[in-house]
């Protein structure tokens, strides 16, 4: 089976590379894919060296699967082109996700939504895969009433750039920012660029992606994103009011039986998720489940993951997986 990775030299990328290689998917050949200024590039794949080629030349071989990561505006450009020539795309931008005519996905979700017909399938946003694999399951036990959130983001969501403007903060060196302001030592309250109602992008992201996937616009969400020193795993401080009665107790057991989450959530022994634990990993961790003692049936959880595995890759190759499952010949 053919399958091409566009970005295959971002963070995602090559994410993306190590995922499908340890998840065993059958490819057949596969054609890494970039801009112009990356072709000639090498990536390795299952410990073989490829050569990145433009995203022209794989749209000519005419792959069963692309999963992109290139960016917004290359997958507007180049993804219906991938799908007019029968190659179906999983998108890992936020070119696609609002779109009406486009499914938008977390396989253990909201698989159902996709037709043999989709030749476009949006990856969701790396903060509300992790925050939908947990309160998924509480909204359909329980419904939820309103969600409010804090992030705490790591910089490899920003990307490569992001990653060196903190490297070279710690090592003292002047360069190129990717931030308006230091992120070493600090947090900043800015993910994604300001709208006219004051949010930033990623935060409206987690409202709108939310209640798209969850198939509920009557949903109250509200969210804070915050970028944060941290070189990998998202972190989630959420609080939610559900419909229907619930306890602590309830959620745990819950929790515990969802497939992809983990519990960890011990205080008397000191458990609980941390992105440092997190890292590599492609589960979505959960804990300090704890009663709101200030309003009725509300609870409050902290929710991690590894933005660059279930928050990006894995997400995109388990969609690729179920795809072939059920739309493969």
Request: charged share 25%; aromatic share 6%; with cysteine.
């Amino acid at each position: 089976m053919k399958i091409a990775i566009a970005g295959a030299t971002g963070m995602v990328g090559r994410e993306l590379l190590k995922v499908l290689a340890q998840r065993g998917l059958p490819v057949s050949e596969l054609i890494p894919a970039a801009s112009q200024k990356s072709a000639g590039k090498e990536v390795e794949f299952n410990g073989k060296k490829y050569k990145v080629v433009p995203l022209e030349e794989a749209l000519s071989q005419k792959p069963v699967l692309a999963l992109f990561s290139p960016g917004g505006s290359v997958s507007k450009e180049w993804a219906p082109k991938f799908a007019a020539a029968g190659t179906t795309v999983i998108d890992n931008s936020s070119a696609w996700r609002m779109d009406k005519n486009i499914p938008l996905v977390v396989p253990e979700i909201n698989f159902e939504s996709i037709s043999a017909n989709d030749r476009i399938i949006a990856n969701p946003n790396c903060s509300t895969i992790q925050l939908l694999m947990a309160l998924a399951p509480l909204h359909r036990e329980y419904g939820l009433k309103r969600v409010v959130i804090s992030t705490y983001q790591s910089i490899t969501g920003t990307g490569k750039a992001a990653v060196q403007q903190l490297a070279n903060e710690r090592a003292g060196i002047t360069g190129e920012q990717a931030y308006p302001y230091a992120i070493d030592k600090n947090c900043l309250p800015h993910c994604d660029v300001f709208l006219d109602n004051d949010y930033t992008k990623e935060e409206m992201k987690l409202v709108n992606e939310t209640r798209k996937i969850l198939g509920d616009d009557k949903i109250g969400v509200t969210a804070t994103a915050v970028r944060v020193p941290v070189e990998g795993g998202h972190s989630e401080s959420v609080n939610i009011e559900l419909e229907k009665p619930a306890d602590v107790a309830a959620i745990r057991k819950l929790m515990h039986e969802t497939q992809g989450v983990v519990l960890q959530d011990n205080p008397q022994m000191n458990m609980y998720p941390m992105p440092l634990t997190s890292q590599g990993k492609d589960e979505v961790f959960v804990g300090r489940i704890r009663k709101d003692e200030s309003h009725p049936n509300a609870f409050n959880l902290w929710i991690v993951a590894d933005n660059l595995r279930k928050g990006a890759a894995t997400n995109a190759v388990q969609i690729a997986e179920k795809w072939l499952g059920r739309f493969g010949k």
